[in-house]
């Protein structure tokens, strides 16, 4: 997108930019959504936030997620009751055609049971045998293939992949998975609870050449980033498809070294797959390990820990959907401390930056802006805002898991209306 205008989405006027500023569209852009048939809504105040493989039977399972703040079932049991979701003005993404879905799910982590290959499928799934033949080879692209075509053509199609995308294949061999066979693609890789991400050839091998990474150096909220980052790097043309992110809501694994989400972790986690451009969230709804094992984590006593949180920054996203899905700016503001993760956006006359910590311990950080006449940084969902005197404002990162987003108020026309 050029950098000479505002879109009209922004609420700012189509005028040059001042030098050094530029604008970055969405990914997909605006409208994506409408292109297919089924789909999700199209509009600006749509902001997909969804939950993994869960079960719909009556109207109180709806009610229970709504509240929770959620819009997208990801998966559904085979019993659930896809009409009633649509009635109820929620949307599912089934993986089999079924009335009244918003699209389609084609496939889970099949880049990691099935590998990149196109070797014969022998139609078995992970645990049910030899997958592709000969045994031993690989046959992932040859069921992506098979499996697109038992969805409507126009249909929006969504795949969620794992770490063979994000560690395990070359580049060219996750690029055919993240551009082949989908409309919408995700990875899931859980920064904060999986017991072998940090090894040395996993995280180790993206942030410490080669070495196991400690506790410190891998669980932190800045690496869901890296994993939308990641994905958004293999779309090709660039930024032509929305990517999603996936986080865990409770303790996925059943390892004895294992590690449960905190809700302070959640919240950065999301926040940071957001900054670096997820334009959907999954989550992962399931406790395989720990001391509360479940199939509906944000709906039974396994999520009174994390449910208010999750509830809160859900409610935060669906409040700002305008805003996520509108385009990002780059150049208006700085920080003084790299580490800082932000991202800068501009909706209905507002300039709007979400940051986020990415070191331990606290930190006083400057932001600068370069234009424009704001007076004051409001902080969202934290009643307080910040003064902003000479085109800067400060604030207190007291953690790793630490995000602050502000809305700055006073004007952000930056001398262009």
């Not at 479940?294 to 859900?314: F, K, M, Y």
Request: contains cysteine; glycine residues 10%.
């Amino acid at each position: 997108m050029s950098s000479s205008a505002f879109t009209a989405a922004s609420g700012i006027a189509q005028d040059p930019l001042p030098k050094g500023i530029s604008v970055l569209g969405v990914d997909g852009g605006p409208g994506f959504y409408g292109k297919f048939s089924p789909t999700l809504p199209a509009d600006q105040n749509f902001f997909p936030i969804g939950v993994w493989f869960e079960s719909v039977l009556q109207e109180s399972d709806v009610a229970v997620d709504r509240d929770a703040g959620l819009n997208t079932y990801i998966q559904l049991t085979e019993d659930s009751n896809v009409e009633l979701v649509r009635n109820s003005g929620l949307h599912a993404l089934p993986s089999t055609v079924v009335p009244d879905a918003s699209g389609f799910l084609v496939s889970d982590e099949v880049d990691m049971w099935a590998g990149g290959g196109h070797s014969t499928w022998t139609g078995r799934s992970q645990g049910e045998g030899v997958i592709c033949d000969p045994a031993g080879s690989e046959c992932g692209y040859t069921i992506q293939e098979t499996l697109v075509k038992l969805f409507p053509p126009q249909a929006l199609l969504y795949s969620n992949y794992g770490k063979g995308v994000t560690f395990q294949l070359k580049n060219p061999q996750a690029a055919q998975f993240v551009n082949g066979y989908q409309d919408v693609v995700s990875a899931d890789n859980y920064w904060f609870t999986d017991p072998y991400i940090c090894s040395h050839v996993e995280g180790g091998a993206v942030f410490a050449d080669g070495r196991d990474l400690s506790d410190a150096e891998c669980r932190t909220g800045a690496h869901y980033g890296w994993t939308v980052d990641r994905v958004r790097s293999l779309v090709q043309p660039a930024g032509s498809k929305p990517v999603w992110a996936f986080v865990e809501v409770g303790h996925p694994f059943s390892e004895s070294d294992s590690l449960t989400i905190s809700p302070a972790q959640l919240r950065s986690a999301v926040w940071s797959s957001l900054i670096h451009g997820a334009r959907g969230i999954v989550y992962f709804n399931h406790n395989f390990g720990g001391q509360c094992q479940s199939q509906h984590v944000l709906r039974d006593e396994c999520g009174t820990g994390i449910r208010p949180t999750v509830t809160a920054v859900n409610h935060l996203i669906t409040k700002l959907a305008p805003v996520l899905n509108s385009d990002s700016i780059t150049g208006l503001v700085t920080a003084s401390s790299e580490d800082i993760d932000y991202s800068v956006k501009a909706s209905m006359g507002h300039f709007y930056v979400f940051a986020a910590s990415t070191r331990p311990g606290s930190q006083r950080v400057t932001f600068s802006v370069a234009c424009g006449r704001p007076n004051q940084a409001e902080v969202l969902d934290e009643n307080r805002s910040v003064a902003v005197a000479n085109h800067t404002f400060a604030d207190t990162f007291s953690d790793a898991e630490a995000v602050h987003i502000y809305r700055l108020d006073g004007g952000n026309t930056c001398g262009l209306g």
